[in-house]
């Protein structure tokens, strides 16, 4: 568990980081640039308008970070196939961000730039997740 939490804050930090140096990593660097701004965007859209169902959205976020809190602990577990594991979490996310958009269709513009940033996330976690869960044991 420990390792899961310690991942989960550096990852954080990795993901704003791109803030303060947007090219660090390439053209890698603004793809969480591009959803911080559409997660700013759709708040003050979402605050302006706001409706109790754009709370959808938290939900992907908060299964993102409990997914990796749970694939911490098993480093290097599936060192030749643990592919399936991100993609049922994949597929899982865009379920619930569809449904996130379609019941909130009326406010259009915050509901498409919070789905932006739950893609965006989800991906980035997704990515986290399939290095730690393909790494290969060191002997």
Not at 55 to 66: G, K
Request: proline share 6%; aromatic share 12%.
């Amino acid at each position: 568990m420990d390792d899961g939490l310690r991942l989960l804050i550096d990852l954080h930090l990795w993901f704003l980081a791109t803030l303060s140096k947007p090219y660090a990593m390439g053209a890698f660097s603004l793809i969480p640039v591009g959803g911080i701004a559409c997660l700013m965007i759709g708040t003050v859209f979402g605050l302006a308008r706001p409706r109790r169902s754009l709370l959808l959205f938290v939900l992907p976020v908060a299964i993102s970070q409990v997914f990796l809190l749970a694939v911490g602990p098993l480093n290097s577990a599936f060192p030749e196939g643990g592919y399936w594991i991100g993609l049922v979490f994949i597929a899982s996310q865009a379920a619930i961000i569809g449904t996130a958009v379609i019941r909130n269709r009326t406010v259009w513009i915050p509901a498409l730039c919070l789905s932006v940033f739950c893609l965006i996330y989800a991906y980035y976690i997704h990515f986290a997740a399939a290095t730690i869960l393909n790494r290969l044991p060191v002997s």
